[in-house]
């Protein structure tokens, strides 16, 4: 299982890519190798507030229907608008071309509340 040692994790499978002052998220390789193939992706609109551990979005499988929950509180900047087209991204690069949303987080606090890469491979293994 891949887990950039550059990222954070949450306990919810998505990761925050820090850029200077906002985080780029998606969600991890372990979460959609449990969701299976994804065939729909649905994501909030550039300019929507997001709030640390509330739904932003969903990622529909050939399974089931999962929430996407906010690692970090802020502004959305930037969607990723390819993944309405290509929800396979999500399978094929969880790290790289699958990213969801970019935000302007609004309290930096809410970091300390992430994982590292290791920390996430251990709860990972557990399951």
């Known amino acids: 299982m ?7 994790y949450s306990e919810e499978h998505e990761w ?16 959609q190798a449990e969701l299976g193939d994804i065939v729909f992706v649905e994501l909030p609109e550039v300019g929507d507030e997001v709030t640390a551990d509330e739904p932003f979005g969903s990622v529909e499988s050939v399974k089931t229907v999962s929430e996407l929950y906010a690692p970090l ?10 993944l309405e087209d ?12 699958a990213w969801m949303i970019v935000i302007e987080p609004s309290d930096e606090s809410e970091k300390d ?15």
């Open 86 to 97: 290509s929800p396979e991204f999500v399978n094929e690069s969880p790290y790289e071309k």
């Open 73 to 82: 509180s802020g502004k959305v900047v930037e969607v990723n608008e390819e």
């Open 16 to 31: 925050v890519k820090e850029e200077g002052d906002k985080v780029r998220i998606g969600i991890t390789e372990f979460a």
């Open 113 to 127: 509340n992430l994982m590292s890469a290791e920390e996430y491979e251990e709860m990972t293994s557990e399951d």
């Open 2 to 8: 891949n887990t950039p040692k550059e990222l954070l």
